[in-house]
């Protein structure tokens, strides 16, 4: 479903909006339940590792190539609802550019430091487009994200990595951002260039997200030339393509 010109204006002035329903309980059912496996498969390498993977810690885990590793997630991220929103923002020549599951334990879920996302990964055009999907109801108790309203308007900020967690952190200021509370159903939709961090998971019951991205299909790493990260290739000339 296309944005409203609302939620459009509120992109391009705010850098983010939150969507109304786009996504089936089901579905999102189905993907939580591929994100326990990966989950619980991603603790016991930690475990056994006895130390981080990457930014992933026990009871937060980013677990990427759900489109590889999850039919149901490949369904949505490449799903015509999705791909016609990230066209109406973005241009009609896009591909999956990254896919992620972000889970947070119940209780246990640590939060993560502001960024952004364009922060993680040299990429030119440096702004592409991410879409925030809670698998429940996201709240300040279960560690929602929060955002930084016209951030994306500064440009790339420097990120500078926290050794103890690996977060690379664009942001030390003192604002709180804004929660955005994000209903079972519907996303966040915001520009790679948006400042947003999340808080810990304080409740009883996980926090699942899916984190899905779209950029041009040409979008370079400036430093290699090359395309970076997820080549399917999802709108050509504003149609969809992938399934
Ligand atoms: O889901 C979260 O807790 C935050 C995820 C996030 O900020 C990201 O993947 O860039």
């Known amino acids: 479903m296309a944005p409203s010109e609302g939620e459009r204006e509120q992109f391009r002035e705010a850098g983010f909006f939150v969507t109304e329903r786009l996504f089936a309980d089901e579905l999102?059912?189905?993907i939580a339940g591929d994100f326990e496996r990966l989950r619980s498969e991603q603790d016991a390498a930690i475990r056994a590792a006895g130390e981080r993977q990457g930014i992933s810690l026990e009871g937060r885990n980013f677990i990427a190539g759900i489109d590889e590793k999850s039919a149901a997630g490949r369904e949505l991220c490449t799903?015509?609802?999705l791909v016609e929103t990230a066209v109406a923002l973005m241009g009609p020549d896009l591909r999956l550019y990254w896919n992620q599951a972000v889970t947070k334990a119940p209780r246990s879920g640590a939060s993560f430091a502001w960024h952004q996302d364009s922060g993680y990964h040299p990429i030119e055009p440096a702004e592409y487009l991410t879409v925030w999907i809670p698998l429940e109801d996201s709240t300040v108790a279960n560690?929602?994200?929060w955002v930084l309203p016209s951030s994306h308007r500064e440009g790339l900020q420097e990120h500078v990595i926290d050794e103890q967690?690996?977060?690379?952190v664009g942001y030390q200021g003192n604002e709180?951002?804004?929660a955005v509370e994000v209903k079972k159903g519907a996303a966040a939709v915001f520009s790679s260039?948006?400042?947003h961090r999340s808080g810990?998971?304080?409740s009883a019951a996980p926090r699942r997200a899916y984190v899905v991205q779209f950029a041009p299909t040409d979008a370079v790493d400036p430093n290699t030339g090359e395309r970076w990260g997820g080549l399917l290739e999802v709108a050509r000339?504003?149609?969809v393509v992938a399934g």
């Open 165 to 168: 967690t690996g977060d690379k």
């Open 79 to 81: 799903g015509a609802g």
């Open 193 to 195: 260039l948006c400042l």
């Open 200 to 202: 810990p998971n304080t």
């Open 143 to 145: 560690g929602t994200i």
């Open 176 to 178: 709180p951002g804004i």
């Open 28 to 30: 999102l059912d189905r």
């Open 237 to 239: 000339g504003g149609r």
